[in-house]
């Protein structure tokens, strides 16, 4: 499935809604303290309903280096094992995970662990999912059919 940076198709709303993460000093064991940007990507394939993101934690400031690679599912198992017909990945879809096949920095699963923490909170999932129907409906207004993102939207990618 491919993923596009949700600030490349809605630039707007993501510079108005990006959420941060603040790890405080002295922080986590082993995770240098400071801001973390959540940057968000979503599914671009038209015809997909899988309701689900990759999420990148990046430092606010200093290198930008990728901290943690994270897919999440904000639907029931149910859903998942509907959408893909294997019980057993559907229960790996329907939560917070590493994504093996992205970059990791060293404290991954720490970040890991935030975002479980985060996603607790419904307003969280809740902007998820508006996200991800604001770049579905993007898709349905691409001037041509099977386009993954409007192309005003990629020119005025950061």
Request: charged share 25%; aromatic share 10%.
């Amino acid at each position: 499935m491919p993923l596009e940076a949700f600030d490349w198709v809605c630039p707007d709303i993501a510079r108005a809604e990006t959420q941060v993460c603040t790890v405080p000093a002295p922080g986590l064991p082993g995770v240098p303290p400071g801001n973390y940007v959540l940057r968000e990507f979503y599914c671009t394939e038209p015809e997909c309903d899988c309701r689900r993101l990759l999420v990148q934690f990046l430092p606010l400031r200093g290198r930008t280096k990728i901290a943690a690679s994270i897919n999440y599912g904000w639907e029931k198992p149910s859903f998942y094992e509907g959408w893909s017909g294997d019980a057993r990945m559907s229960r790996e879809m329907a939560r917070a995970t590493l994504e093996p096949l992205a970059e990791q920095g060293p404290h991954a699963r720490r970040f890991l662990q935030l975002f479980e923490q985060a996603i607790k909170n419904p307003a969280v999932v809740e902007r998820f999912r508006g996200h991800y129907r604001m770049v579905k409906a993007a898709l349905k207004s691409a001037p041509a059919r099977g386009a993954s993102v409007p192309a005003q939207a990629i020119r005025r990618a950061p």
